[in-house]
């Protein structure tokens, strides 16, 4: 399976749809509750709720889900949040953020970042502040992540933490990895750019060139080693490194893009985000243990 540019002639519904469908959701642990609301602003964003058993802490994650921008959903992402809640013993909120082309830069980001501010203004029962807050994303959901990082902390609020599953973060695609696996498997060059395109049709920088990453919070980033996007997290963390900002690069070597939601046993890579979870748990616990 290897994700290309669609033909023109094919209504971008049925791709969606077969898109969301390719994916998987792999095993869903069972939780105490979970909840699908949403988040009323002038453009309702829908938001699941993941409560685990386990509970052992008041922190937050709030995760973004991948699909270039253009598909993946609460339901598609739905096994990988219920796993993360249960690993890390934390509450999960994901959002179902509005999709390009439909609705391109900034909706998704707009509709990020009202979900963050109703979270610290108690609209989900729960009064949270920022600094209890681990927001985490793949793919594009990781570029929304490291998009809403900067934002808090432009203002001063900066979360517990940052998690990053094989970021997209380079809309210009010039790190090497684009060049080394620009054909796949999986997500190739030529579909990460019409991705780019799709979302924000016009030129954007690399988000790190200018982001306040000297205040970041705590990193955790997870690439896979036959991924164009691979350097995409590596040069983030090597950027970070520099500053000495905490930054925790995990790899996966023998990983496509998305391995996390493709359709194969999950012993294959539940080390890789077992490995993931533990980092993220250990922020999680160092930000209000209950």
Not at 178 to 187: E, Q, R
Not at 235 to 241: A, G, N, Q, T, V
Request: aromatic share 8%.
């Amino acid at each position: 399976m290897t994700v290309r540019v669609p033909p023109p002639t094919v209504p971008f519904a049925a791709i969606r749809k077969a898109a969301n469908a390719a994916m998987s959701t792999g095993p869903r642990p069972d939780m105490a509750r979970v909840e699908d609301t949403i988040v009323d602003a002038a453009t309702p964003v829908p938001v699941r709720l993941y409560h685990p058993s386990n509970i052992s802490s008041s922190s937050v994650i709030v995760f973004y889900h991948g699909g270039g921008f253009v598909w993946g959903s609460l339901d598609t992402h739905d096994g990988l949040c219920r796993r993360m809640a249960s690993r890390t013993g934390a509450k999960v909120v994901s959002v179902g953020y509005r999709l390009s082309p439909e609705a391109p830069f900034p909706a998704a980001e707009t509709d990020v970042g009202l979900v963050t501010d109703a979270l610290i203004e108690g609209f989900f029962e729960t009064t949270v502040t920022a600094d209890r807050l681990i927001l985490c994303g793949d793919s594009a959901g990781g570029y929304l992540a490291f998009l809403e990082t900067c934002r808090l902390v432009d203002r001063g609020t900066t979360p517990a933490g940052l998690g990053l599953i094989y970021p997209a973060l380079d809309p210009s695609c010039s790190g090497q990895s684009h060049v080394t696996n620009a054909g796949g498997p999986i997500l190739t060059t030529e579909a990460m750019r019409w991705f780019w395109t799709c979302h924000a049709p016009f030129d954007i920088a690399p988000p790190f060139e200018k982001a306040p990453l000297h205040t970041f919070p705590p990193t955790h980033i997870l690439v896979a080693g036959h991924d164009p996007l691979r350097n995409d997290g590596t040069r983030l963390h090597d950027h970070l490194s520099d500053l000495n900002v905490k930054s925790t690069l995990l790899e996966a070597p023998d990983m496509a893009h998305g391995f996390l939601n493709l359709p194969m046993a999950y012993d294959v890579w539940k080390s890789h985000e077992m490995a993931l979870f533990d980092s993220l748990g250990a922020t999680v616990m160092s930000h209000g243990a209950v």
